[in-house]
């Protein structure tokens, strides 16, 4: 699976972005597929993720209410709406998709096995 993040950008704190990870190669309705962040100095962090299939989507407690992560299968597309974007939420936002993981580790990066290439996200105050 090869994916293709996009939608990063320059927005206001308040303002709203939807990144886009376009997967070729393979459906992601075989995979778990995850967004991260990596903020400069930090650590990557789990944002959202879907199980297999998009049974369900996991959230980050600090984006719950504000972002949405979602798939469009005909488009072979996870979305990740982001609204009411704050400073913090600025970073490099990746996507990734892994074949074997179970609920409780989707939020682990190790259990990803393809990762797209990441895209910025820069929230301004």
């Known amino acids: 699976v090869q994916l293709q993040a996009s939608g990063g950008g320059l927005v206001q704190a308040g303002g709203s972005l939807r990144l886009s990870c376009a997967a070729s190669g393979r459906s992601f309705r075989s995979h778990a597929v995850g967004w991260f962040r990596q903020a400069p100095g930090k650590e990557r962090e789990f944002v959202a993720a879907?199980?297999?299939?998009?049974?369900?989507?996991i959230y980050e407690d600090s984006v719950k209410g504000r972002f949405t992560i979602y798939m469009d299968n005909a488009k072979n597309t996870v979305f990740l709406q982001m609204s009411s974007l704050e400073p913090g939420d600025t970073a490099v936002y990746y996507c990734?998709?892994?074949?074997?993981?179970?609920?409780?580790?989707?939020?682990?990066?190790?259990?990803?096995?393809?990762w797209g290439q990441g895209t910025l996200v820069t929230v301004s105050s």
């Open positions: 879907l199980t297999r299939s998009a049974g369900a989507s």
């Open positions: 990734a998709a892994g074949a074997r993981i179970i609920n409780s580790a989707i939020r682990s990066p190790p259990m990803y096995d393809y």
